[in-house]
């Protein structure tokens, strides 16, 4: 109870709300400048990607992580603008809810209550909301953090005080003597001759609820658009429980209608009632506070609970059964209370906090995906799991959206939305590319005579099951690592994988190309022949190989071995579309050509365009051969092409050796003579990178 004596009254909820709302305001306003900022700054990024990601952590990141600081640092003193702009104030509560004058928290009381404001806004701002119903009007991290929000008398304003009047709030000490000054007040006299009607339940505290119940549909809303999965269906279903434990008093009292009147006492429900006349009424009994009341007869009892109802409406009713009640039944106290307004709502409470403790250990979906991974199909993966001799991407793992749609571990995937595939890194790019969410497959089944056609709309994320004794495991999570971050720890993956499957062809190969990076070349060209003595028709072993005789020095090897590549890839005359394996045959042969026969590198860079134009390379070695060729006009094209593709696939040593070229040209943009060192042109090419 907060002492007026001490010059200071409990603040109302519409205050606290009020104060909330500018500080929100201010946070919302700073937040919005610096991301401008922020957002002016990263234009300067050249590359695309890297901005969108950097904004994308900076709204993810960045808003939570201020409003946390800025509500941790107005909770250590006791003070908010908004607040501040009320006449608000946060104090810590000592001597049994007394509160010292000029009492202000300490940075750890303030770190508490902000905790306090985080798990309250989980349950869809439960936390806060409490604050309504609250018998101090405090919300969760009030009670965690053992403070509360007042209104200083001196400083509250006429407004505050008019507010506080016509609320009539009532601590928790005054309506425990609800029932006395019920008892002593005195009965009007023509309250005997009125009926009184009233409804056990309040249709504004149902609508607050409706509220919270809005949000729950924006999860399923949510759920449709991420597929449906267990961990967020306990979430949805915890916090509808959650939403059903508050409401549940309001809900359960507006099926019900307490009705006085000269004939006796009757409960009215939806689905029937129940009387008690006057001449069978042997007692009542109360609570303290009036929130549950009984009547009791000879034969039946009615009981029911006013706790929806304010104090007035609630001494109202005991006033016009008094008027009524015969001289020999008497008013007593009671400290009992109703099961059927109690235990559902407990119930639902307990039940919503089990879900969503189990939503967190389901784990709720944080995106879309197809969950399937897949590799070029070779003779090991032929061999275990039974599949034809043709090209497609063998289906290693699968999980989620794809399990669902029925695609299965072995499966060889031929085609994608019409597209022939012929590796995980065709497959990849296709899907990165596609700009869907829906896509159409063509698999061959192990002992299917015919292909299957199966159609998978992306959906939540799950994990697969992995399997720590199958090969696959450790070959997958060794091609997990695109960025090289952890060589060594994938290279003894590769090597349990071999370990556990001897055969396992295309293992050899991704090692042998980690042993090349790291300089190891004649353990990468052991892995070569080996991937190669397994799986001869191999194309990709076969390029890997021929980089290898490159580097040593054996273009004559290199270039059959090239020639090899090709012809097993299938590149004369096949598909062109996202082919990245044959792009990245021919990119490597005009690699090849650069340093043998620069009159060979353009037909070998145009065809890797020609299969897929998202490699920069091809691009790069074309504006150094038509300089070369003193064809300055197609240079600067193919310059400027490379210059547009995203940081991270140029590399800068090129884009200097460019540069260098390029501004030695006599040629200019207008096809005159001139001295001027920016040579950029604005002309398009008609192919460009994806």
Same mark, same amino acid.
């Given at each position: 109870?907060?002492?007026?004596?001490?010059?200071?009254?409990?603040?109302?909820?519409?205050?606290?709300?009020?104060?909330?709302?500018?500080?929100?305001?201010?946070?919302?306003?700073?937040?919005?400048?610096?991301?401008?900022?922020?957002?002016?700054?990263?234009?300067?990024?050249?590359?695309?990607?890297?901005?969108?990601?950097?904004?994308?952590?900076?709204?993810?990141?960045?808003?939570?992580?201020?409003?946390?600081?800025?509500?941790?640092?107005?909770?250590?003193?006791?003070?908010?603008?908004?607040?501040?702009?009320?006449?608000?104030?946060?104090?810590?509560?000592?001597?049994?809810?007394?509160?010292?004058?000029?009492?202000?928290?300490?940075?750890?009381?303030?770190?508490?209550?902000?905790?306090?404001?985080?798990?309250?806004?989980?349950?869809?701002?439960?936390?806060?909301?409490?604050?309504?119903?609250?018998?101090?009007?405090?919300?969760?991290?009030?009670?965690?953090?053992?403070?509360?929000?007042?209104?200083?008398?001196?400083?509250?304003?006429?407004?505050?005080?008019?507010?506080?009047?016509?609320?009539?709030?009532?601590?928790?000490?005054?309506?425990?003597?609800?029932?006395?000054?019920?008892?002593?007040?005195?009965?009007?006299?023509?309250?005997?001759?009125?009926?009184?009607?009233?409804?056990?339940?309040?249709?504004?505290?149902?609508?607050?609820?409706?509220?919270?119940?809005?949000?729950?549909?924006?999860?399923?809303?949510?759920?449709?658009?991420?597929?449906?999965?267990?961990?967020?269906?306990?979430?949805?279903?915890?916090?509808?429980?959650?939403?059903?434990?508050?409401?549940?008093?309001?809900?359960?009292?507006?099926?019900?209608?307490?009705?006085?009147? !000269? +004939? #006796? =006492?009757? *409960?009215?429900?939806?689905?029937?009632?129940?009387? &008690? /006349?006057?001449?069978?009424?042997? $007692?009542?009994?109360?609570?303290?506070?009036?929130?549950?009341?009984?009547?009791?007869?000879?034969?039946?009892?009615?009981?029911?609970?006013?706790?929806?109802?304010?104090?007035?409406?609630?001494?109202?009713?005991?006033?016009?059964?008094?008027?009524?009640?015969?001289?020999?039944?008497?008013?007593?106290?009671?400290?009992?209370?109703?099961?059927?307004?109690?235990?559902?709502?407990?119930?639902?409470? !307990? +039940? #919503? =906090?089990? *879900?969503?403790?189990?939503?967190?250990?389901?784990? &709720? /979906?944080?995106?879309?995906?197809? $969950?399937?991974?897949?590799?070029?199909?070779?003779?090991?993966?032929?061999?275990?799991?039974?599949?034809?001799?043709?090209?497609?991407?063998?289906?290693?793992?699968?999980?989620?959206?794809?399990?669902?749609?029925?695609?299965?571990?072995?499966?060889?995937?031929?085609?994608?939305?019409?597209?022939?595939?012929?590796?995980?890194?065709?497959?990849?790019?296709?899907?990165?590319?596609?700009?869907?969410?829906?896509?159409?497959?063509?698999?061959?089944?192990?002992?299917?005579?015919?292909?299957?056609?199966?159609?998978?709309?992306? $959906?939540?994320?799950?994990?697969?099951?992995?399997?720590?004794?199958?090969?696959?495991?450790?070959?997958?999570?060794?091609?997990?690592?695109?960025?090289?971050?952890?060589?060594?720890?994938?290279?003894?993956?590769?090597?349990?994988?071999?370990?556990?499957?001897?055969?396992?062809?295309?293992?050899?190969?991704?090692?042998?190309?980690?042993?090349?990076?790291?300089?190891?070349?004649?353990?990468?060209?052991?892995?070569?022949?080996?991937?190669?003595?397994?799986?001869?028709?191999?194309?990709?072993?076969?390029?890997?190989?021929?980089?290898?005789?490159?580097?040593?020095?054996?273009?004559?090897?290199?270039?059959?071995?090239?020639?090899?590549?090709?012809?097993?890839?299938?590149?004369?005359?096949?598909?062109?579309?996202?082919?990245?394996?044959?792009?990245?045959?021919?990119?490597?042969?005009?690699?090849?050509?650069?340093?043998?026969?620069?009159?060979?590198?353009?037909?070998?860079?145009?065809?890797?365009?020609?299969?897929?134009?998202?490699?920069?390379?091809?691009?790069?070695?074309?504006?150094?051969?038509?300089?070369?060729?003193?064809?300055?006009?197609?240079?600067?094209?193919?310059?400027?092409?490379?210059?547009?593709?995203?940081?991270?696939?140029?590399?800068?040593?090129?884009?200097?050796?460019?540069?260098?070229?390029?501004?030695?040209?006599?040629?200019?943009?207008?096809?005159?003579?001139?001295?001027?060192?920016?040579?950029?042109?604005?002309?398009?090419?008609?192919?460009?990178?994806?």
């Amino acid at each position: 109870m907060i002492s007026e004596s001490e010059g200071v009254r409990q603040a109302t909820f519409l205050q606290r709300a009020g104060a909330y709302s500018i500080d929100s305001g201010i946070l919302l306003g700073l937040w919005f400048v610096a991301f401008l900022a922020a957002g002016g700054a990263l234009t300067a990024v050249e590359d695309e990607s890297t901005e969108s990601d950097l904004i994308a952590i900076f709204i993810i990141f960045f808003g939570p992580v201020s409003w946390f600081m800025y509500q941790w640092a107005c909770n250590s003193v006791g003070v908010s603008p908004g607040k501040k702009v009320l006449r608000l104030a946060v104090e810590p509560t000592t001597n049994a809810g007394r509160l010292p004058p000029r009492a202000r928290p300490r940075p750890g009381t303030g770190l508490m209550r902000t905790i306090g404001q985080v798990i309250g806004a989980v349950p869809l701002g439960l936390g806060f909301w409490w604050a309504l119903w609250d018998s101090e009007g405090r919300a969760w991290h009030d009670r965690l953090a053992g403070t509360r929000v007042v209104c200083r008398e001196s400083t509250a304003g006429v407004a505050a005080r008019v507010w506080d009047g016509l609320r009539r709030t009532r601590t928790k000490e005054q309506q425990q003597l609800a029932l006395k000054e019920a008892l002593e007040q005195e009965i009007p006299a023509t309250l005997a001759n009125a009926p009184l009607e009233i409804r056990l339940g309040r249709w504004w505290m149902v609508a607050l609820q409706l509220f919270h119940v809005v949000f729950v549909l924006d999860i399923l809303l949510l759920a449709r658009a991420l597929g449906w999965d267990w961990g967020l269906l306990a979430l949805i279903g915890g916090l509808f429980l959650l939403i059903l434990a508050g409401s549940w008093p309001e809900l359960y009292g507006l099926t019900q209608k307490i009705v006085i009147s !000269a +004939a #006796g =006492v009757s *409960l009215e429900r939806l689905w029937g009632s129940k009387s &008690v /006349p006057w001449y069978a009424v042997t $007692g009542v009994q109360a609570r303290p506070d009036l929130a549950d009341m009984r009547i009791k007869g000879f034969q039946t009892q009615l009981t029911w609970s006013s706790s929806a109802l304010s104090i007035d409406k609630r001494k109202g009713v005991l006033l016009a059964i008094r008027a009524r009640l015969p001289e020999s039944a008497r008013v007593e106290e009671w400290t009992g209370q109703q099961l059927a307004t109690f235990a559902p709502g407990a119930l639902a409470g !307990a +039940a #919503g =906090v089990t *879900l969503l403790f189990a939503s967190s250990l389901l784990g &709720v /979906p944080a995106g879309k995906a197809l $969950g399937m991974r897949c590799s070029v199909a070779s003779a090991y993966s032929r061999e275990r799991f039974d599949l034809p001799n043709e090209q497609g991407c063998v289906v290693l793992r699968v999980s989620g959206a794809a399990e669902r749609a029925g695609i299965r571990q072995g499966d060889l995937m031929i085609e994608m939305d019409g597209v022939p595939i012929v590796s995980g890194a065709q497959f990849s790019i296709l899907f990165e590319n596609s700009g869907h969410d829906e896509f159409e497959f063509v698999m061959i089944r192990p002992g299917q005579p015919q292909p299957l056609t199966f159609r998978v709309k992306m $959906g939540p994320t799950k994990g697969p099951r992995e399997d720590r004794s199958d090969p696959l495991f450790y070959y997958l999570r060794a091609r997990s690592d695109t960025e090289r971050e952890h060589i060594e720890r994938d290279i003894q993956d590769y090597t349990r994988a071999i370990q556990m499957a001897p055969g396992f062809d295309i293992a050899y190969m991704y090692r042998g190309e980690l042993y090349q990076e790291r300089g190891d070349l004649e353990a990468a060209r052991a892995d070569y022949l080996r991937a190669i003595e397994l799986s001869p028709d191999l194309g990709v072993a076969h390029r890997w190989l021929a980089t290898l005789d490159q580097e040593e020095g054996d273009t004559a090897s290199a270039l059959r071995r090239f020639e090899s590549g090709i012809a097993l890839d299938k590149c004369e005359g096949g598909f062109t579309r996202y082919n990245i394996e044959c792009a990245e045959d021919y990119l490597l042969l005009a690699g090849f050509y650069t340093g043998t026969d620069i009159e060979k590198v353009r037909p070998a860079a145009e065809r890797s365009i020609e299969f897929y134009s998202g490699f920069a390379e091809p691009y790069y070695q074309l504006a150094v051969v038509h300089y070369f060729l003193d064809e300055d006009l197609e240079a600067r094209r193919y310059a400027e092409t490379y210059y547009h593709f995203p940081q991270h696939d140029v590399e800068p040593e090129k884009v200097a050796a460019l540069e260098a070229l390029l501004e030695e040209s006599s040629f200019n943009c207008d096809g005159a003579l001139e001295d001027a060192p920016h040579w950029h042109c604005p002309i398009p090419l008609e192919t460009s990178p994806p």
